[in-house]
């Protein structure tokens, strides 16, 4: 098929830890080509054209001697070569240079005068080992023969092809055999019929190299490209403007879209977006390709569209509308192709009624109509199907020899050889849910659309030649990913849509393939049926997946990439790092380190309940590198700079000193939201899984703990009185939050593990946000979320809530390190939170569990009294002595209110309060049985 293209669009908010917008220049690797590097004619005057394809500017200037009668004409995609008459009897000779950036070509000139000779072209030809069809011209104004070298028996005239020496320049094809023995090379020439002539005989040499044992796409040239049909003009019923019209859909231009109007006027059934587009009369087309807008919006991707053709040429010469197609494009970030059920012939307007889009809007970045090529390979003649993946019983060699189709004969020779690499290049690919959609239902971030690698890999301006079976009338696409940007972000890619059959595709930019099949639903996944692919060319880079591959294969994968990058497949997870990096860092170890990122995301989704409530998600978390930036999280993936790639490729490393750092990023794609990720929590509730995989999974000390964090939260939020949204250190905010699983989780057991089904206390929370309506403003977010964990605990929690500010009054103007926002909550609404929790009829908490850190846990498993000690105070200096089961001191006021508050285990001989007044009083906090006064002797 025609090679199309569009841009993966990813448009998500970026959440990071350290990330910041960077403009990206893409580095274009120049490519060009030319469709012929010989012109040679007769003496009258000529215009000759030839295709030239690049994708940078490109000039073209003749050679001095030539200047004078050979002229050029550039146009965007081929060269127009005017020469005037030759009056002379001699040959004159030119040339012609073509260059593109470093890149260059030359053509050769040649122009018979009125005296007799021949010329051929080209001077050499090189043909497959396979054995192939070739042709050559020659350009002649006497009567010739055509005579192959004496003794070669491997060159053979293709009968029926050659025609009477009526025209200055005849085309004559021959063919090569199969080539398994050695380098050969022949001569074919082209005499005087007169053997007395002294006229100089033309030649073509011929040289073949053996066919290799290991397999190599050849021929490509030989699969023709679809027709392109032009648009004539366009009509839209409504749009936003004329820079956004309908032209945007037909100049080329994939940066420029159309779009249908910004205000209230929605794309609907009822008001659809009508995009008409006209063509020459008579036209013939068989398919259509959409291209949604690439510059990372998704406004207006289509979704439900009925495609309408006029033709004038139907049974009856009317030239009415036509319903031939309605279809989902499912509000795609790909380009999507539909095929027309039967041909369209003699069609004059296409029509697609948008009746919906992403947003209540259309947008179109370019619409291409296409006739398929009647020049095409029949895959029945070899294959046993459209993947042309099996050969059919009983084909021969003979068979084989006789197929014209040089890159289909050679597949089917390496197949009976049975030498044809299999693994990688022809795989079956499952349909995963489109990602969106649990994003939705799960209320985080979307996980992977990559969960299909093909394990090839493409380079710049290649043609990839993708063999589909049938795809059962799915919208089906591979996406090519290129992670090599320095100083950059690789991630997303080009896409290009499959059909039914032969796919030949130009690639735009290097890198590793993967199939986009996706269901608009849960619902249609258990009908989706495998589909078959053959990727007939590109490398085989290979992947690793733990659940197809025994981990002994690791080594040998790594070590035979045809790519820097490298895709490593687990059940939850999927990792692409360099291969460098897998290779020092992994060592031998490749399936033990996808275990580790499967059982983080794994637990993770467990801690959000997933596992319980059956949501877990069925696409992978995506992990890949990049150069830019630190770390950061979106949708679609997680993404990390190469210079902690090392420690992240390392099991043990992984493991101990580098799992915050994925299980925080990881954690920002569960975060589940509004409810648990309201206004200035996007750094603090994913850190309650980091904290989860670091402590509970992974035996690492809580890094709570380590930095005291916890000391730094009570002294700043508890005893100051503050608000808890008011706060803006990210790790002070995140104690309370972690406290409730040590409490409730740790302490009182209700966490998740396999013996209770996976229930805990946050299980049950994160169920609750999702199947709760969204509450529209942070106050109402943070105020349920004490009414739920009062709920779920089956205890009323508002003193720790009170303790930690949750229920403080606020109207604050709060900057969270990536937006600013208002947050209010009201004495009203607090007081009706309270009425709320006070209806449930639960039991107070009497623990001081706002008190609880990872090292005290035994305290409030025991539940033991304070035992006290000695005291003494010299002003404001505390000094203590032998005092026991104690884990917080605190001090307050005449008013008996909060001034200060002190660890217990951090400071257990004393601690000193600042600007302190005689009628402070001093306690010492138990886990569970109260405080003590500490009292000093005066």
């Given amino acids: 098929m025609k090679n199309i293209f569009a841009i993966l669009l990813l448009c998500s908010t970026i959440i990071c830890l350290a990330c910041g917008n960077e403009d990206e220049k893409e580095i274009i690797t120049p490519v060009l080509e030319v469709g012929s590097k010989t012109v040679y004619i007769g003496e009258e005057a000529m215009t ?40 002379e009897k001699d040959i004159r000779r030119t040339s012609i240079q073509i260059v593109a950036s470093q890149l260059k070509e030359t053509i050769q000139i040649a122009q018979l005068g009125w005296g007799k000779a021949i010329l051929v072209s080209p001077k050499s030809i090189k043909v497959l080992p396979v054995g192939e069809e070739f042709s050559f011209e020659v350009t002649a104004n006497i009567e010739y023969d055509i005579r192959i070298e004496e003794g070669c028996d491997w060159i053979h005239a293709v009968p029926k092809t050659r025609s009477a020496h009526e025209m200055v320049t005849n085309k004559f094809v021959y063919k090569a055999d199969l080539n398994v023995t050695e380098y050969r090379e022949t001569t074919i020439w082209v005499k005087d019929k007169d053997e007395n002539s002294e006229i100089e005989s033309g030649s073509l040499t011929i040289t073949q190299e053996k066919m290799k044992d290991d397999y190599e796409s050849t021929g490509i040239e030989g699969i023709k490209d679809d027709i392109k049909v032009a648009v004539v003009r366009g009509e839209v019923n409504k749009a936003q403007s004329i820079s956004e019209g ?46 949604p807008r690439i510059d990372g919006g998704a406004n207006g991707r ?65 619409m291409e109509f296409y006739k398929k090529n009647p020049d095409h390979f029949d895959y029945s003649m070899l294959f046993t199907d459209a993947s042309c993946s099996e050969l059919k019983p009983g084909i021969s060699e003979e068979d084989i020899q006789s197929c014209t189709y040089s890159f289909f004969k050679n597949i089917a020779y390496y197949m009976y050889r049975q030498k044809y690499p ?26 992977s659309l990559l969960d299909n690698p093909t394990g090839i890999y493409v380079t710049q301006g290649q043609e990839l030649v993708v063999l589909v ?97 490298f895709d490593v497949l687990g059940a939850y997870a999927h990792l692409t790092f360099p291969v460098s990096r897998l290779r020092s860092s992994t060592g031998n170890r490749g399936k033990e380190l996808i275990d580790l990122y499967d059982e983080l995301v794994e637990k993770e989704q467990t801690f959000m309940g997933l596992k319980k409530y059956g949501g877990m998600f069925m696409n992978r978390i995506y992990l890949n590198v990049m150069y830019h930036n630190f770390m950061y999280a979106s949708d679609y993936h997680t993404a990390y700079h190469d210079d902690t790639i090392d420690e992240l490729c390392n099991p043990d490393r992984l493991k101990t000193t580098g799992c915050w750092g994925p299980a925080h990023e990881i954690g920002h794609c569960n975060q589940t939201r509004p409810g648990l990720k309201w206004h200035g929590l996007t750094e603090v509730t994913n850190n309650i899984m980091a904290q989860y995989i670091q402590t509970t999974v992974w035996g690492n000390t809580s890094r709570l703990q380590s930095e005291g964090w916890y000391t730094k939260a009570w002294e700043e939020i508890i005893a100051k009185r503050r608000s808890h949204a008011q706060e803006t250190d990210f790790f002070m905010k995140l104690v309370p939050f972690w406290q409730l699983e040590l409490y409730l989780g740790k302490v009182k057991g209700f966490t998740p593990k396999e ?63 990536y937006s600013e926002d208002r947050v209010v909550i009201t004495q009203k609404q607090v007081d009706e939170i309270l009425m709320r929790i006070k209806s449930l009829g639960l039991e107070k908490e009497i623990a001081a569990f706002e008190y609880i850190s990872d090292n005290n846990l035994n305290y409030f498993i025991e539940n033991k009294p304070v035992q006290a000690g000695t005291s003494s105070r010299d002003g404001g200096t505390i000094t203590l002595g032998s005092w026991s089961n104690v884990v917080a001191y605190e001090v307050e006021n005449e008013k008996g209110e909060l001034v200060y508050v002190a660890n217990a285990l951090e400071r257990p001989y004393g601690f000193t309060v600042p600007s302190w007044k005689d009628s402070y009083k001093v306690y010492a906090v138990s886990a569970a049985q109260g405080r003590v006064e500490v009292t000093f002797n005066k």
């Avoid at 200047?67 to 005017?82: F, G, K, N, P, T």
């Avoid at 279809?327 to 039967?342: E, L, M, Q, Y």
């Avoid at 106050?779 to 229920?807: H, M, P």
């Fill in 48 to 87: 000759k054209e030839i295709s030239v394809t690049s994708n940078v500017e490109w000039t073209a200037s003749v050679a001095s001697e030539g200047q004078a009668w050979c002229h050029v004409d550039m146009q965007s995609d081929r060269l127009v070569i005017h020469m005037d008459e030759n009056t």
């Fill in 246 to 291: 309908i032209e945007k859909t037909f100049d080329g231009n994939m940066s420029t879209i159309y779009h249908s109007p910004y205000n209230d006027n929605k794309v609907t059934e009822e008001s659809p977006a009508i995009l008409t587009y006209y063509f020459d009369e008579g036209t013939d087309m068989d398919y259509l390709v959409y291209y």
């Fill in 302 to 366: 289509f979704k439900e569209v009925e495609i309408r053709v006029r033709s004038n040429a139907n049974t009856y010469g009317t030239d009415e509308w036509t319903t031939v197609v309605r279809k989902n494009f499912g509000g795609s970030s790909s380009a999507t192709r539909v095929d027309f059920p039967v041909s369209q012939i003699g069609v004059s307007a296409v029509q697609l009624v948008v009746n919906s889009g992403v947003g209540d809007f259309a947008s179109c970045a370019e």
């Fill in 422 to 447: 299999r693994e990688f290049r022809i795989a079956e690919f499952k349909a995963y849910p489109h990602p969106d959609i649990q994003k939705a239902i799960n209320k985080t971030s979307a996980y």
């Fill in 469 to 565: 079976a049938d795809t059962h009338n799915e919208n089906m696409s591979i996406c090519i990913q290129n992670l090599d940007k320095p100083g950059g972000d690789g991630f997303g890619g080009d896409t290009y849509p499959l059909t039914t059959g032969v796919n030949k595709i130009k690639v735009k930019n290097k890198g590793l393939v993967y199939v986009m099949y996706h269901t608009a639903s849960l619902e249609e996944l258990a009908g989706k049926q495998p589909v078959k692919m053959h990727f007939a060319s590109g490398k085989v880079n290979g992947y690793f997946d733990s659940k197809k591959h025994e981990a002994s294969r690791w080594t040998e994968l790594i070590n035979n990439t045809a790519c820097s990058y």
């Fill in 755 to 817: 013996s209770n089904g996976w229930d805990g206390f946050y299980p049950q929370v994160y169920e609750h946000i999702r199947k709760s309506p969204d509450l529209s403003t942070t106050g109402e977010q943070q105020l349920e979320f004490v009414y739920i964990s009062c709920l779920k605990a089956n205890k009323d929690l508002t003193g720790f809530f009170r303790k930690w500010g949750f229920l403080a009054p606020i109207d604050v103007m709060l900057y969270d390190g």
